[in-house]
């Protein structure tokens, strides 16, 4: 929990995927289309936070990297009202918060009155967790940004036929290369370095 100091605003975030164990089954029920056992934890953080800072809803974003976006997102999604969402690399939402309806016909129906102008995803090229997921909440405010490190440490096309010719080492160091690229697109600290050099992502809170 964060508080702007100039403007009051508040920032509740949610951690990402930590502990690997702990968190897949959470991962997969995304991937399902299930509502993540880590929502109702996800809520309680809310509503403590509304507790100790009574007017805090008023003026609270919620963000999330990974798995925490995911769950800011539904987080905010079921909220009376939806609150300003910021999400990095987050799964989509869409298909767990009709599913978490007990009637996947009313699901949609909330979906459609959403007002869900207030969400911003903003996803790493080639992060897979961003697309592989389904669609988000809010999937019309997207923004995609290339981290020009992870590309340069990913293989070509010619670089990966050589390491085919290669035999077994190449195709060993094919999927090295393809796992390292795919941490380094997913990764926090290096969207943060990437986003932190641009000034669309350095305005206040209030941005959004």
């Not at 509502?35 to 403590?48: F, I, R, S």
């Not at 009376?80 to 949609?108: C, D, E, L, Q, W």
């Not at 869900?116 to 999937?139: C, E, M, W, Y």
């Not at 926090?188 to 932190?196: A, N, P």
């Amino acid at each position: 929990m964060f508080q702007n100091s100039q403007t009051g605003d508040y920032a509740l975030a949610f951690r990402g995927t930590d502990q690997f164990l702990s968190d897949v089954d959470d991962d997969i029920e995304i991937l399902l289309g299930w509502v993540p056992d880590q929502y109702n934890k996800a809520k309680e953080a809310l509503n403590t936070a509304a507790t100790i800072y009574p007017n805090s809803l008023r003026k609270m974003y919620v963000t999330g990297h990974s798995l925490g976006g995911g769950l800011a997102a539904l987080v905010s999604a079921k909220a009376p009202k939806p609150m300003p969402t910021v999400t990095f690399n987050a799964p989509g939402m869409m298909r767990s918060y009709i599913g978490s309806h007990f009637f996947s016909t009313i699901g949609v129906v909330n979906y459609v009155k959403m007002d869900a102008s207030k969400f911003l995803h903003v996803r790493i090229k080639g992060d897979i967790v961003s697309i592989g997921t389904g669609p988000k909440i809010g999937n019309n405010n997207v923004k995609t940004v290339a981290n020009a490190y992870c590309e340069a440490n990913n293989p070509g096309l010619a670089e990966r036929a050589v390491n085919v010719l290669r035999g077994p080492l190449g195709r060993v160091d094919n999927l090295k290369k393809d796992a390292d690229y795919v941490l380094c697109t997913h990764s926090m600290e290096k969207t943060l370095h990437v986003i932190s050099g641009i000034p669309e992502f350095n305005k206040p809170l209030g941005w959004v």
